[in-house]
């Protein structure tokens, strides 16, 4: 079964410091993978997706991901973090099957924080 | 021209009342899911429909009975509200038979049972 492990609850930066955010997944072949942002009382929006080819995928919002294989990981950063960046990030895992209809498995979230 | 949208955006109801919550897609899209985000913002599938036929039923109970009048609408109907029931509600849409798809997410709804 797939599973998504985000094994930072809460993570605090300073304004115009870098971001990573840890995502582990556990599937059995390459799965899709996904960043998904969630603002104070919004809905879910796609910051990128991994599917294959490039191992390092640009999002949107200056956001970019890194497959690696070998740590089954797909780690989120940003250079320069923003204080609008503040939100709720979910990373989730999708099997990689023809008729892309099945649901996404997500992690429990990484809340980050941001401070002057 | 919203994407994925639900109504109502918030729902305050009583233990015991039946609530529906509805969602509709312009996107084109023949696959709908419920996605259930709890109080911890873990979020989990509930249910997925692909052509208005239901798909996956993740071990849900039986209070909740989605309906897809259409393959644009997918609802949630919620018999016998309890107080676990209380949750943001998301509805999704994706594309099937693509080699790249990506699930696009409603707003959601927050259902608070009291």
């Known amino acids: 079964a797939q599973s998504v492990t985000q094994p930072d609850i809460h993570i605090t930066v300073s304004e115009g410091a870098s971001l990573e955010l840890r995502c582990n997944y556990s599937?059995?072949?390459?799965?899709?993978l996904f960043w998904y942002v969630q603002s104070p009382g919004q809905g879910l929006q796609l910051l990128l997706k991994?599917?294959?080819?490039?191992?390092l995928v640009q999002g949107i919002k200056g956001f970019e991901a890194e497959f690696k294989r070998s740590q089954s990981s797909f780690n989120l950063r940003k250079p320069s973090v923003h204080w609008s960046d503040a939100a709720e990030y979910f990373c989730?895992?999708?099997?990689?099957?023809?008729?892309?209809?099945?649901?996404?498995?997500f992690g429990k979230g990484t809340r980050l924080s941001v401070i002057a | 021209d919203t994407a994925v949208s639900q109504t109502p955006k918030y729902l305050v109801t009583q233990m015991g009342n039946d609530k529906s919550i509805k969602c509709e897609q312009n996107?084109?899209?023949?696959?709908m899911y419920w996605y259930k985000q709890d109080s911890k913002k873990f979020l989990k599938i509930m249910f997925s429909?692909?052509?208005?036929?239901?798909?996956i039923n993740e071990t849900v109970p039986n209070r909740f009975s989605p309906k897809s009048p259409d393959k644009a609408h997918l609802n949630l109907h919620i018999n016998s509200l309890e107080l676990g029931d209380s949750a943001v509600y998301f509805c999704?849409?994706?594309?099937?038979?693509?080699?790249?798809?990506?699930?696009?997410f409603g707003p959601g709804t927050r259902l608070t049972v009291t």
């Open positions: 999704a849409s994706s594309q099937p038979g693509t080699a790249i798809y990506e699930q696009y």
């Open positions: 599937y059995g072949a390459t799965p899709y």
């Open positions: 991994y599917f294959s080819g490039d191992t």
């Open positions: 989730a895992v999708g099997a990689p099957m023809n008729s892309g209809n099945t649901p996404l498995v």
């Open positions: 996107l084109g899209h023949d696959t």
């Open positions: 429909y692909n052509n208005k036929e239901l798909i």
